[in-house]
């Protein structure tokens, strides 16, 4: 089983900076086969980013997917309100028994 | 719009038993494979089953293996998850998720998710 890894565990930045999350697998995750969710309190998670780097439909171009391997990275160029959530990173390279990352909260410091 | 609303959820006793339903809409739900992912309160996301279109292929996590079972009914657009056996541990808000991209069976990411229902397991 692949464990993913996420640093940091919370995120304390202000609106406006630049957010960096790391997600860090056991193995290499094949093909890039990488997923970033977004999830608010008492909501479900929202697809971010798929295939490492790809925006899934109507989200916002601030957000940005990057890595291969076994490092990982979602970046928010410039936090809005809304962006403050919990993030979860997920694999599928070992499809269909895949798993998340613990999660990194971003919090407005 | 596409639409998963969960229901079953509630208060069970541990070693007993709970089915949980997902009624799909806004998608031809006979192409996709769909999914159950719980979340123990305050804690991550946890993949917990998946069945494919036509019910061909169903995987199950070591952790509820031999005690849940995942199935669908495509006439009815109706996700379902038997649990049985159940444990403290089973404590959980379950989501019934979407499996993207149907024309691709390794891109196995969740473009759509329900509200999830919760589900106690306390005696």
């Known amino acids: 089983e692949i464990v993913l890894t996420q640093s940091p565990g919370t995120l304390s930045l202000s609106p406006g900076e630049r957010a960096t999350l790391s997600c860090r697998a056991s193995q290499s995750v094949s093909s890039s086969y990488l997923a970033w969710y977004q999830q608010k309190p008492g909501q479900a998670p929202r697809l971010l980013i798929y295939?490492?780097?790809s925006r899934a439909t109507g989200i916002p171009d601030r957000f940005s997917g990057s890595g291969s391997g076994t490092d990982f990275t979602l970046t928010i160029s410039r936090l809005e309100p809304e962006d403050f959530a919990v993030y979860y990173c997920?694999?599928?390279?070992?499809?269909?028994?895949?798993?998340f990352g613990p999660g990194t909260k971003v919090d407005i410091k | 719009e596409v639409q998963l609303v969960e229901s079953g959820g509630g208060l069970v006793k541990p070693g007993g038993s709970l089915r949980l339903s997902c009624a799909a809409s806004?998608?031809?739900?006979?192409?996709?494979?769909m999914n159950w992912v719980r979340q123990a309160p305050g804690k991550g996301l946890e993949w917990v089953s998946s069945i494919s279109s036509s019910s061909s292929y169903i995987y199950y996590a070591d952790s509820v293996k031999g005690r849940f079972t995942i199935s669908r009914d495509n006439a009815k657009n109706s996700l379902y998850l038997q649990m049985n056996s159940l444990r403290a541990e089973d404590t959980a808000v379950y989501y019934c998720a979407r499996k993207s991209a149907p024309s691709n069976p390794k891109h196995y990411y969740f473009d759509y998710w329900g509200q999830g229902t919760l589900v106690t397991v306390s005696s």
């Open positions: 295939g490492a780097s």
């Open positions: 806004g998608f031809t739900f006979s192409s996709y494979s």
């Open positions: 997920q694999q599928y390279g070992s499809s269909p028994k895949v798993t």
